[in-house]
């Protein structure tokens, strides 16, 4: 038996390592560990609510509007303020875009590389290429001397010797089955999504001032006026500039992103049987389509237990709580039974070796991320689950993509259940969020045609109207999946302050039962053709889309100041 260390996984957001035993040309045993400390609750104490959302951005800057969007409806939830339709509008779409963005980057510039030889490319015929390119689509830039182009280019690139981050991977891997036509094409959509997200992403500038870190967001709605007689205001000439950025987003997704990923996932599909994971699905929802404490939601929040299709359980957020058996940390009352956020500790205990690690204590702490469970069991979060329960509940977009995707490839529905399945949702989800876009956009216009120009109710907006005692949950349906802040607030100040993120729920260690977290877990029976190259278990660690700066942040044990920011 082999002892594997990957550290640290590339092509993420943070640091991220994953130690394996593989015997007998699969993964037998797999431990997941983040190798970073995140102190941002410690750093809310004491501090205003209604700043926690810009503290709380900064948690990572590839994630950039999600904790904001969580803070501001925790500490809403906490005081019983209700934003107006307007900014619900503004939110949907600042969340979309963050949706269609991530999605897009991630399967092109994140994760491609793992199925895509780009050497192999070198030796391809352009005029194939665009003979297979055109067959799978209408994309305009398909021709013989496009692609002509692209191969002269990658060319160029390889002669410099300087092959940046391209210069450590696996090519040439006997994992890699793409011919050399199919590789060169997808390596010039992979420039294109260069240029698609650089362009998109202006909808983030239009509406929050700049990208990352949105600086619109307030506690009861968004500081982003909307009159259709002001220039300096969201306007006609706004909603159609939107309308034009969105119409791009669908045309992309629907004529690159979806064919490329059908394409690719036809020469992998027994990639649809390996990574299932823990077979236990959350999501939180997204996306109110109406005012109220409890909107319905475009997409529906809901439980999927061991890979039952025939029924959504309702989630219940009483019911999660985090371990710390093998995380980094210590619970006052001992670490062998979790605590629910609202009652959730950050006080750091790191015991393992001193870095460089040559090996983690696998039987004891060995990761700085705690271990989330609903009901005491690991849950899978993310466009997967996502797209789950929405077809379990008969989404009546969802439902149809994901059939037509699975009678495209030729698998059934438990093909879902995998590395390949996470891959095909986020794609699906992509599309689905880019098409539903243009219809918040709409509703945008005719508020401004009745108007109704309301953009943020400030009747909770000061502390004297709160009660001197709350607790707040906002959830929020990440790209990487469910992302929960709990906030408790006495006398207008933050008590004590919770994050559980997406990659804590999917990349957490084991818990006190020794049950394994959903890395962990997907990685068992993982093919491993090289075990010097150990290219299948990032493909599977990347099909989760890992942000460890979400979940964990530096920390220098020495307990030196680093640096001093000051709050004007």
Known sequence: MTHI??????????????????????????????????????ILKGRDPRDAWAFTQRICGVCTTVHAIASIRAVENAIGAQPPPNARLLRNLIIGAQCVHDHVIHFYHLHALDWVDIVSALSADPAKTASLAQSISDWPLSSRAYFTEVRDRLKGFVATGRLGPFANAYWGHPAYRLPPEANLMAVGHYLQALDF???????????????????????????????????????AGTLAELSKLVADARDFVARVYIPD??????????????????????????????????????????????????????MNQEKISEYVKHSWYNYASGDDHGLHPFKGETVPNYIGPKPPYERLYL???????????????????????RMLVAYASGHPRVKPLVDKALATLGV???????????????????????????????????????????????SKWEPSTWPAECWGAGFHEAPRGALGHWVHIKDG???????????????????????RGPYEQAL??????????????????????PCMACGVHVLDNRRRELVYVRLV
């Open 493 to 515: 100040t933050i008590i004590n302050y919770q994050c559980v993120v997406p990659s804590t729920w999917n990349a957490g260690p084991r818990d006190a039962a020794a049950k």
């Open 363 to 385: 039987d004891r702490k060995y990761s700085w991320l705690k271990s989330p469970r609903y009901d005491g069991e690991p849950m899978e979060v993310g466009p997967l689950a």
């Open 5 to 42: 260390v990957v550290d640290p996984v590339t092509r993420i957001e943070g640091h991220l390592r994953i130690e394996a035993e593989v015997d007998g040309g699969q993964v037998r045993e797999a431990w997941s560990s983040s190798t970073m400390f995140r102190g941002i609750e410690i």
């Open 412 to 458: 059934g529905p438990q093909a879902l259940f995998s590395t390949l399945g996470r891959m095909a949702a986020r794609a699906i989800e992509t599309q689905v969020v880019a098409e539903k876009m243009q219809d918040w956009v709409d509703e945008m216009g005719e508020n401004m045609a009745r108007r109704d120009y309301r953009i943020c109710d400030n």
């Open 524 to 545: 068992i029976g993982t093919p491993v053709a090289k075990e010097d190259q150990p290219l299948e278990i990032l493909r599977t660690v990347h099909s989760f889309d």
């Open 197 to 235: 997200q650089r362009q998109f992403i202006r909808l983030h500038a239009v509406l929050g001032g700049k990208n990352p870190h949105l600086q619109s967001f307030l506690v009861g709605g968004m500081a982003t006026p909307v009159d259709p007689d002001s220039q300096n205001s969201i306007n």
């Open 261 to 314: 990923l059908l394409a690719i996932a036809s020469f992998y599909k027994d990639w649809a049987s390996t990574g299932s994971g823990v077979g236990s699905y959350l999501a939180y929802g997204e996306y109110p389509e109406g005012d109220g404490a409890q909107p319905a939601l475009f997409l529906p929040r809901g439980i999927i237990r061991q890979r039952d299709l025939s029924k959504v359980e309702p």
